[in-house]
Structure formats: C-alpha cells, structure tokens
C-alpha cells in the first residue's frame, strides 16, 4: 500500500508518500518560521493562507520525488486535529478534494498518533508495548501504548507545554523565534551551579505536567539579573536542566507504575540533545530502551501522518469525505487496529 500524507496542522506543510513495503519515498516540509518571527508566535490566519500557497506544489514535488503518479497511490491520509482549525481545513480540504477526484480512501489522522508513531520509520523500530512521552510546543502528554489505537493518557499539560515553555522563556532571554532551540543552544554556554529553578509537580503524585510556573520563575530571574550574556546563558542551562529533569522524573514514574521496559520520546522538544543524553543514561541504569524519531522528523511533518495513515488503512479503516477537522482531539477516541 502507497499513502499520501499531508500534515497543516500549524505552520509547517508537510507532505510525504509512504510504502508499506519501500518505507518513506519522499518527504518534503515547507516552515513558515520566517512568516511568524516578527510577531513572536504562529498568527493562525496567516499560517492558514501560506498552507494554501504552497500545499498544491510540495504534493507535486512529493509525487515527483517518489518516482510515481496519482494511479500508484493506493490512499490519502491526512491530519484531521488537533490543531489550529483554519490550518487543519486546508489540509482536510485538498485531501477529501483529492481522494474524491482520484477515487481513492482517505484516512483522517490524529496528529499526536503521528508524532507516537514517527519512530517506527526508523531502522530500529519500538516494539510494543512502550510509554511515549510526547513534548512539543502544544502538548505534553504521557502514554500507556499497547498497540496502534491502543492508548491510556497517563497524563497531560494543564497548562503550558514543555515546547511552549522553550521559546516563551527564549523570547524573555531576547531569543529570536522560535526560540526554544536557541535556548538550548545557549545553554550549552552555562554553567551549572548559579541558578536552581523549581521541577514543577514533581513533589506531587501522578504524571501531569505543568511548565506555567516554571516559565513565570524564569521571567522574575531574568528581570533581576543583570543581563550579561554570560548570566543569561546561566539561566538558559538552568531552565533547561529544570525541564529534562522534570521529563524524567515523570518518565521514570511512569515506567515503574506501568511496569514497562521501553520508552519512546517524540515531538519537537525530542530533538533536544541534553534531553536525549539525559534519557539514555536514566534507560541505561533501569536497563531498559529508549526510542526516538530521526531529528528531521520529531517537528511537525507529512511522514508521519503518511506512515500512520498507511496503517490504518491496511487494516481497513476508512474516513468519511464529510468528516470535519477536530481542533481537539483525544487520543483515548481513536479505535484500535
């Protein structure tokens, strides 16, 4: 089966086609990151109007990437939330448009199922069972994972993400957009021992995740510092130590209550190094495996919806053309394969 995936879920057009039996044939993104860095965050209007731009030509670059045509395909799938709902309509729109006019099934995705199962495009793909913790700029998210579609929600942000917490604390260190890989690279220049920032929630049972007060600490440090670039990247390595030793203290809580040996780390916040390091040395000591998608693919991509929607329509679940996108979305709703 060949499934192509379109992902508009926010500001990155992804567009990719996958083969069940070839793997990933193309994979092309188009970021809208130097629209929205002058107004410091995503403007859903118009992320919405470049997604229209520029979805039309990549699925022309993807099909001439991969080597084949619209009769090669054997399916469309597509991300039908969560996510901005002006974004999630243009990539819903083409789809059902395409699958009508070609004839084919098309498959509505949930975009954070994506980002679960992106490290399956990988050479070493995680078995199951596993916990996935999913860390990005909107969600925070732990999961019991089973199967595909077999999902228990451990816990979830109740207000700031970790990957929202990254760049609101780079914009106050003066860090251009998006700034969360900024910060880490800044941090890189720290040094430890200067600050101590709260792990937030982790006094407390349970496995959700709050960054707001983490995020609120920062702002009070910054504005009494005195602002050398050298304080600055202090601070930086001190935030970040806080957020990966928070994500693992969660983890490995989850883990034990779970009692599970695999651990999958996914989303834009997955491509943090420290944080990698950090998770293989706790994995390593619970004698236990740590999995990751490949770096160009932890941010928002077409891959991933391709793969996921490739596996759903293999085992025969097929999206109505009058399905309507879902802004929210629980994973706890989707029916398993």
């Not at 992902?7 to 130097?34: F, N, P, R």
């Not at 080597?67 to 799938?77: T, V």
């Not at 009070?220 to 930086?236: E, L, M, V």
């Not at 990698?276 to 994995?283: E, F, G, P, V």
């Amino acid at each position: 089966m060949r499934v192509l995936g379109i992902e508009t879920s926010c500001d990155e057009t992804g567009i990719a086609i996958y083969d069940k039996q070839q793997g990933l044939l193309s994979h092309t993104l188009y970021s809208q990151v130097k629209l929205h860095a002058d107004y410091g965050g995503v403007v859903p209007e118009l992320a919405s109007r470049d997604h229209i731009r520029k979805i039309v030509p990549l699925i022309e670059k993807a099909l001439e990437e991969a080597n084949c045509s619209k009769e090669d395909l054997d399916g469309i799938a597509y991300t039908q939330g969560p996510g901005l709902i002006g974004a999630l309509l243009v990539g819903s729109s083409v789809a059902r448009g395409l699958a009508f006019s070609w004839n084919l099934p098309v498959i509505g995705v949930h975009h954070m199922e994506g980002h679960l199962l992106a490290p399956m495009l990988e050479d070493n793909p995680p078995p199951f069972p596993f916990v996935a913790l999913l860390v990005s700029g909107g969600h925070s998210m732990m999961i019991d994972v089973e199967g595909i579609g077999k999902y228990t929600v451990l816990g979830e942000s109740i207000d700031d993400a970790a990957g929202e917490a990254f760049d609101k604390t780079a914009k106050l260190l003066g860090l251009d957009y998006p700034g969360g890989p900024l910060l880490a690279k800044l941090a890189e220049k720290g040094e430890a021992g200067h600050y101590n920032f709260p792990r937030p929630m982790t006094n407390k049972p349970g496995l959700d995740f709050s960054f707001s007060g983490l995020k609120t600490f920062a702002a009070y440090t910054i504005r009494d510092c005195d602002g050398s670039a050298q304080t600055h990247a202090n601070i930086a390595y001190a935030f970040q130590e806080a957020v990966v030793d928070t994500l693992m203290i969660k983890c490995r809580r989850a883990l034990k209550q779970t009692k599970r040996k695999r651990l999958v780390i996914s989303g834009g916040v997955s491509a943090n190094r420290h944080l990698r390091s950090a998770m293989k040395t706790m994995m390593d000591s619970m004698k236990g495996e740590v999995f990751y998608p490949a770096l160009d693919l932890c941010t928002d991509n077409g891959a991933m919806i391709a793969y996921a929607g490739c596996q759903r329509l293999s085992a025969g679940q097929v999206s109505s053309l009058s399905d309507v996108a879902k802004p929210r979305w629980s994973l706890e709703e989707l029916p398993p394969i």
